[in-house]
């Protein structure tokens, strides 16, 4: 009874901890105008975290300020909320970040603490929100941004970790071919963005001093 108060409690706070985090890590598509006030629109105005468009399929998805998936397309017809529904989606608290694989209609995404593991973890659910799972449980880190390079079907996520009150944070990687986990680089400066380089296949980041730094994802 007490681990379940507590649990009641803390997660809430870490959940408004990321939310504040999010509304200063504003991540979007180059999107054309008419697409984000269209998105302001059906989102009643609420804040939008990220936004990214397929631009094959003419299909817009965005991430909002408390952590809930949306999809439409790009004149705002069928829309539709992708996390909901109550026992599909009871394991996941929090989802900060999300990139999408769409040759396969799927969506990758992080989850503050998956309920069944009490871990941290990346999810994937299809288009649709009709399937949830897990892809990584990631054990004592914690997710915050997400990137897709399908060539080499590999995922590769920045993830933060405290240790005796200090953070650390990490560039990582999933090879979704093998399960195999590693980390490519780590630093006691917050990394602030993540972005695939697809023409050179290459994994950019940059921390909160502005420093920028490449790696391959030919791994």
């Not at 999010?22 to 054309?32: F, I, R, T, V």
């Not at 397929?54 to 817009?60: E, L, S």
């Not at 071919?177 to 940059?206: C, H, M, P, V, W």
């Amino acid at each position: 009874m007490k681990t379940f108060l507590l649990s009641s409690i803390i997660i809430p706070l870490i959940i408004l901890s990321l939310v504040i985090q999010a509304h200063n890590n504003l991540q979007n598509d180059a999107l054309p105008e008419s697409i984000t006030k269209m998105i302001d629109t059906l989102s009643h105005n609420n804040k939008t975290v990220k936004m990214v468009y397929d631009d094959q399929k003419g299909q817009v998805f965005w991430l909002s300020f408390l952590g809930n998936l949306h999809t439409a397309n790009q004149n705002g017809s069928t829309y539709r909320r992708i996390n909901q529904g109550q026992q599909l989606w009871k394991d996941v608290t929090f989802i900060e970040d999300f990139c999408l694989n769409a040759s396969k209609d799927s969506i990758y995404f992080t989850d503050l603490m998956d309920l069944q593991s009490g871990h941290s973890a990346i999810k994937i659910t299809d288009a649709e929100g009709t399937v949830v799972k897990v892809v990584a449980s990631l054990e004592n880190e914690i997710p915050y941004h997400i990137s897709f390079s399908p060539e080499q079907q590999m995922l590769f996520y920045l993830s933060k970790v405290r240790r005796n009150g200090i953070y650390t944070y990490r560039l990582r990687f999933v090879n979704l071919n093998n399960s195999e986990k590693g980390t490519l680089y780590s630093s006691s400066t917050r990394i602030t963005q993540l972005d695939f380089d697809k023409a050179n296949r290459a994994i950019n980041i940059q921390n909160q001093s502005n420093e920028q730094f490449a790696f391959s994802a030919n791994l």
